[in-house]
């Protein structure tokens, strides 16, 4: 009886403590595409290292292996589901429809649902200040941009850029180019570098790439021709020391640990979030690895417009707005 | 017994290969119990069931496809191309014309028919009348496909509100429903939040047809005539020419519910590269049931439910990578395809003993 008891006892007390569950998915880029993927990860990471909940990592090898993932997660009682990039958008209405009491978080992507928190980066602004910063530090006046997919989201970027590029330099050049229209231009690495060493020839000597994995293939032929490459969504500036002249940061990381941290204290809020330069969402990163390499002239001329930027003096263009009419 | 005996065969092939699996998880430290967990997940909870039926549906499809080219003497590496120019076709059809649901739904799988028999026929048309080898041809044709089918969903019909290139959604009419749905309407809750719907049924439906087309039909047996022996089948008066073509139409149109089970029954619109290489894995499919339509559906289950158990073992393991789980889903592919082997080796001790 006493024992009977005792495995009662126990029982309901491992049914209360039953650990916070949180299901990461990532797209094609994987956890160590060093850069989109890679901040979500490390976001989820480093803080269950901190609160100790269940983690769970799910890479998606093929786009329709998302929805089936999400599902699962919420299946097996997970309480925290997070979807990662804009290709989400779909699996993620479909699943959160059907799991009510799960929460949900997408980046870069709006899904309007009471149970799924949408958070949207103001990647025109950060990208407006890495355009002005390559500008200053081209010699030639021709910088160059990779993107990954032909998206809007990613015309977004090149918008920016584009913006800050004229901002500093208006005479200079933008040589502009996509590695590809499917998925899979997110991890074409050997298509980046063909790209990147297509702009150098046409004397680009700065060259921004938002392309995923694909974009390790830019670095590389930066490293190659000893010119400057621009890093994206994660600090990148490790990845070729002395050869990144900046990365255009994107808060993926602390998107993710805000999102666990809020939900495991009962206050998940729902709901869009568009978040910049003002949240500390986006930004440029400096670091020993480019501190030789960004002047403190440059540096100056970007705090200056990033001020600027956040005080609303620069209304930096919007893909999204300005295609929207 | 003896008719039970093709099936004994491969189920001995698969315990072996789940004995083998469980050594070599427990070997990378995981439990010794989650191979059949997530086995147990995949065939006795509605959920996992469902997925398996789904993953299964489209490989009846692309395993029939290859067997009936196979008959033939042909093969078909085409069916991924195929099934890429039936969904484009399903797809312009679902966007563009709105009919009410009794036109809709025959009109769209006509349309998809129309699609993949086109595509595998010219195949079938330049083997037949100008020699190119089929499996260079359908392997070409397969990249022109994956072009035509960006070409479509970027210019033709994309839904500009999404930034991944899909198609704009199909209309409510050419949608077919969920097997969830149809057991709710008589108040069961079965295989509940997963996409497996009707054109599983058709997909069974199709084995039969294909079985009985091959086997009791006259145009059927010319095709597998062909098969046999061209050269025997041209002294008799069977075109050689003719039954290429024909063995290659029906194996493109064949393709076409895969476009149905996606588009129709599940997704509703066309995504870019929805297809997890159906077409090639219908190879296998196909090789496993030694071309036999029956067979097939068979085959074509194992493959489903072993890639829905492989998933579910990730979400249950810390120490099951994706590459691992490759391997442990061709281990029992090959256990099973080797019942050749088994059968040979258990006889031979058979003999022993007499």
Sequence with gaps: ?325 | MNRLKPLLFPFCGFMIALFICTLILVAAGERYSILLESFYNTFFTHFGLGYALFYSTPLVFTGLSVAVAARCGLFNIGAEGQLYIASVALTFVATHLLLPIPLAIPLAIFAAMLGGGFWGGLAGFLKARMGSHEVIVTILLNFIAYSLTDYSILYLFRNPEVQNPESLEIFQSYRLPLLSDLSALVGLETFSTTPVNVTLFFAVLCAFLVHFFLFSTEKGFEVRAVGFNPKASKFNHISVEKNTILAFVIAGALTAGVAVNEIMGHQHKLIQGFSVEYGFTGIAVALLARNNPIGILFSAFLFGSLHNATREMEFMSEKVTKELSFILQALMIGFVASERVISEVLSRRGKKHV
Excluded: C
């Design chain 1, 1 to 325: 009886m006493r024992l009977i008891l005792v495995s009662f006892l126990f029982l309901s007390f491992s049914l209360s403590a039953k650990p916070f569950k949180v299901g990461l998915v990532l797209d094609k880029g994987g956890r160590d595409d060093k850069s989109f993927n890679s901040a979500a990860y490390n976001g989820a990471n480093d803080l269950q290292k901190k609160l100790g909940f269940d983690l769970k990592v799910v890479e998606s090898s093929d786009d329709t292996a998302l929805e089936p993932s999400l599902r699962t997660f919420a299946q097996h009682g997970y309480d925290l589901v997070i979807g990662i990039g804009f290709i989400m958008k779909t699996p993620i209405e479909k699943v959160a429809k059907q799991f009510p009491k799960t929460h949900f978080l997408i980046i870069d992507s709006l899904v309007a649902l009471p149970n799924v928190r949408s958070v949207i980066f103001k990647e025109q602004e950060g990208s407006y200040l890495v355009g002005a910063i390559a500008a200053l530090a081209s010699k030639t006046k021709v910088v160059g941009f990779i993107g990954g997919m032909d998206i809007p989201l990613i015309r977004r970027f090149e918008m920016g850029y584009k913006a800050g590029i004229l901002a500093t330099q208006p005479k200079a050049q933008l040589i502009t180019n996509y590695v590809g229209s499917s998925t899979d231009a997110w991890r074409n690495p050997t298509k980046g570098k063909e790209l990147a060493l297509s702009q150098i020839s046409k004397k680009a000597d700065v060259i921004f790439q938002a392309a995923g994995a694909s974009g390790l293939g830019v670095f590389d032929a930066a490293e190659e021709k000893k010119v400057f490459a621009i890093g994206v969504d994660s600090n990148q500036n490790w990845v070729k020391p002395g050869k990144i002249l900046t990365s255009m940061v994107k808060r993926v990381d602390l998107a993710v640990s805000t999102t666990i941290e809020e939900s495991m204290k009962d206050q998940f809020k729902a709901g869009e979030f568009s978040v910049g330069l003002a949240e500390g969402m986006v930004d440029y990163s400096l670091d020993e690895h480019n501190r030789k390499i960004l002047t403190p002239e440059i540096e100056k001329v970007a705090n200056d417009l990033k001020k600027k930027i956040i005080e609303k003096k620069i209304i930096v263009p919007d893909y999204y707005e300005t295609n929207k009419k």
